[in-house]
């Protein structure tokens, strides 16, 4: 029924139908690479979607960095509370304190917690499970850090990469993952 | 009536609503074992101001409030107030709204709203039905479009156009939605609220379609409709605007997008503007053929 419209009426749309309001700045608009192919689905499914989809997750896969310190595993306490808060980065949010990961919005983790999304999978468990070897370590830093570096299209926020928590912030919710001695992994 | 009586009136309503409110509050409190979601809420993007966060599946105790309510949703209340509103003259101009065309003709209301959005030839584009009454309050009675605009939500001259619009939609319970794309610019709307739908933008990489593209998800306990398909897109446009027990709020479907833009994210949406009736078109269009049941009741 309807024609893909121009980039130009679209985003003339945006322009001016969207304002800055707070530390929701309008530059929140510009697309990075991975924004603008994941915006497109019809394209993302064809031969070469898939293409640039590869492209994209190596570009996203080349930017993660490890920890500074070379640890990874940090207080399982600590990370259930960031794990738990879903505060920060929109216009209602001063900016001032650091941000909650909101993981419960989307996981389910300590089964404890009842009220849990299912946007993403259950990490009941996850250390117990998987094991806590090397591999599995740099795998869930890696994919906390910057989840399209595995799935170009991954609907998980890229933590790490666009700098929406922190290196301590992370370590904690390793620890909440993958302390043997967290609820998590009872 | 006059405005003193209407006055009156609609305290009592509103003060009415708040026993009843309060009283279903504590009453599901105590037999449904809710919890008082001040800790949880801290959790959630929605969660803006602390509420009731909803200790089973979130469906099945709204049904059962619902059942506790049966018929009477307090968005009555809005739509008595609103009523009056329509037929009585105010505004600099002293009209009332009786020649507001909302698309089957000057005053028609019966199954107005379940066609909107749609195209307006005076005003030259497609207008939902907050723009459209914007556009009536201004031309009949001469309120300006842009102090309803400006006002914060379920305030002021905002709260005025909600009851309006509760009223509206009354006039519709029941029918079929049924939303045009024949004319050109309904085409082109649609086509750009599919790919703001899709559109990921902002430090979390989100869209609506982040959320609402799949079946039976949820972020918390809230649940998810997959609004690109035509069951959820009809549950979820054929429900609003609606009351909302968690905060005890009207709330118009300007509203509804405003919230979910804030935890996409994104900048802060015009009200009325552009993009919010395209992505109403979008949601709209796939309702096609659904239930228009509005004003519904929600967490």
Redesign the interface.
Known sequence: MSQEPSDADFNAMLKRSLRAEGIAVIERMEQDTTQALCSDPAFLNSPAGKQKAEHIQQSNWMAIKAPSDGRYIGDWKRGEAIAQSGRGGTWADSGKEPSGGGCYNCHQIDRKEIAYGTLGPSLWNYGKQRGYSKEVITYTWNKIYNAKAYQACSSMPRFGHLHLLNQQQMQDLMGLLLDPRSPVNE | MTAHTLRLRLGLGLRLGLGLGLRLGLGLRLGLGLRLGLG?C????LC?SAGW?F?QSSTEDITQYRDMLSDSNPAELYIAAGEDKWNTPAGPKKTNLKYCDLGLGAGKLEGAAAQLPRYFKDTDRVQDLESRLMTCLSQLQGISEQSIIDAPFGEGPKKDLNEIVAYVVSRSKGAIIKVS?QHPKE??I???G???F??????????C???HS?D??????QE?PNLTSPAGAAQAWGSWPAYRVSNGEFWTMQHRLNDCL??Q??????YG????I?LSMFMAVNANEGLYQAPGLKR
């Open positions: 949880l801290l959790g959630l993007w803006a966060v200790a794309t085409q082109a649609y086509a750009l599919k790919k703001a899709y559109t990921q933008a902002g430090p979390y990489d989100f869209s379609a982040s959320c799949q039976a998800k949820r972020i918390r306990l998810l804030r935890q994210h994104w900048p802060y949406p015009v503007s552009d993009l919010t395209a």
